[in-house]
């Protein structure tokens, strides 16, 4: 994979089944599709990209490098997501890009409290967040928030 060198961390974020909304009839719960789970992240890298780069996220396009794996749609687990990151601001502490990453998912309406961040050492995390593929579940990449290197 020609990106793997701009990737420095191995997330794994998980994801609530449900939510309570408030409507105007009253309390209604909200059930989590994977149409919602994409949603999710995508609110999730917005507040992301704006904790690490803060103005220039919007001003100049700055953003984190993310290959999303969406989970368990094809298997009926929970769903959930494997992240490749990188691309944080440079010298910044693996203790403050995991803290980026929990309280910008936490923020989001589906993020659940079991978030895992590693840094990345080697290839091997390619092959576990794309361990679905074989199982039917090609699709699992969530293409319309990766958002890689211009090379």
């Known amino acids: 994979m020609r990106y793997v060198s701009h990737f420095t961390h ?63 749609a094809a298997t009926g687990k929970q769903l959930h997501y494997h992240c490749m990151m990188g691309n944080f601001r440079e010298g910044a502490q693996d203790g403050a890009v995991a803290s980026s990453i929990r309280d910008a998912w936490l923020q989001t309406h589906f ?23 074989g199982m039917g579940d090609a699709d699992n990449v969530d293409y319309g928030n990766v958002h890689v290197p211009k090379l």
Not at 33 to 50: P, W
Not at 111 to 133: A, F, L
């Open 111 to 133: 993020g659940n409290y079991q978030i895992d961040v590693q840094r990345m050492y080697s290839d091997g995390w390619i092959d576990y967040i794309t361990k679905e593929v």
């Open 10 to 72: 191995a997330v794994t974020l998980t994801m609530k089944p449900s939510r309570v909304v408030l409507t105007s009839a009253g309390q209604t719960v909200q059930r989590l599709t994977e149409i919602g789970a994409k949603e999710n992240f995508r609110h999730f890298v917005k507040r992301l990209n704006a904790s690490v780069y803060g103005s220039a996220a919007k001003r100049y396009g700055k953003t984190v490098y993310l290959i999303p794996v969406i989970e368990g």
